[in-house]
């Protein structure tokens, strides 16, 4: 099975997909845990390209989708293919929120990169860590240095919510919606609760 966990700026993704990777492996599940931008090294090379500076739209739409192929190529289908369930902090849908809803990227182009590069693997289940944008601003700042698309306008991070509530209209079977703004132990029994019976 492969899980990805999606959301804003201070949604929390990166805690709840490590309760969620070890929920998992309590269970006796092999798992891989792993993020975007990186999850494999030449991935991680250019997630430090992607963070430090920015790109023409189009370049850093290709950019992000080069990383997601060397994730994919070395981490992802092995691990799927060896049984393992993958647990992954973001995927496509970040491309199309902050990319394409965000910076107002082609949705055309961002369609036939997931056609060509993914290989038709795509998540079984995403769950969408949803909360007011101020709210998550607000808890990414106290969390320390910005990285440049938090600190990007919240106009910015308004657009990228409502791309990820249009992602998720369109894919209702894929997405759960989890309410971001409750308690983290709540947030980790509401994703869990949406998991197939042991
Ligand atoms: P990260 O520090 O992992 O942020 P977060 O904890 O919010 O996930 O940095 C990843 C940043 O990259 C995040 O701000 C969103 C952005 N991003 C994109 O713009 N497009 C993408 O396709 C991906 C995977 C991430």
């Not at 990166?14 to 845990?33: E, F, M």
């Not at 993020?35 to 430090?48: D, F, N, W």
């Not at 190529?73 to 995927?91: E, K, N, Q």
């Not at 949705?107 to 995403?126: F, N, R």
Request: glycine share 8%.
């Amino acid at each position: 099975m492969f899980i990805t966990l999606e959301g804003g700026e201070g949604a929390g993704k990166s805690t709840q997909a490590r309760r969620l990777a070890a929920a998992l492996t309590a269970r006796g599940q092999p798992v891989l845990l792993t993020r975007e931008p990186g999850g494999a090294a030449g991935a991680e090379a250019l997630r430090g390209l992607l963070l430090a500076r920015p790109f023409d739209a189009r370049a850093e739409m290709l950019l992000h989708f080069a990383a997601r192929r060397e994730h994919l190529v070395r981490s992802i289908r092995p691990a799927l293919a060896a049984g393992a369930t993958v647990v992954c902090d973001r995927f496509a849908d970040s491309t199309f929120a902050y990319q394409v809803g965000g910076q107002g990227g082609d949705p055309q182009l961002w369609a036939a990169l997931v056609t060509h590069t993914l290989e038709g693997i795509w998540p079984d289940l995403t769950f969408l860590l949803d909360l007011p944008v101020e709210v998550g601003l607000a808890r990414a700042a106290a969390r320390g240095e910005a990285n440049r698309y938090e600190a990007a306008d919240p106009d910015f991070h308004h657009r990228v919510r409502l791309a990820y509530h249009a992602l998720a209209a369109r894919e209702p079977e894929r997405f759960r919606l989890i309410d971001a703004t409750l308690p983290e132990d709540e947030v980790a029994e509401a994703i869990l609760a949406c998991l197939p019976a042991p």
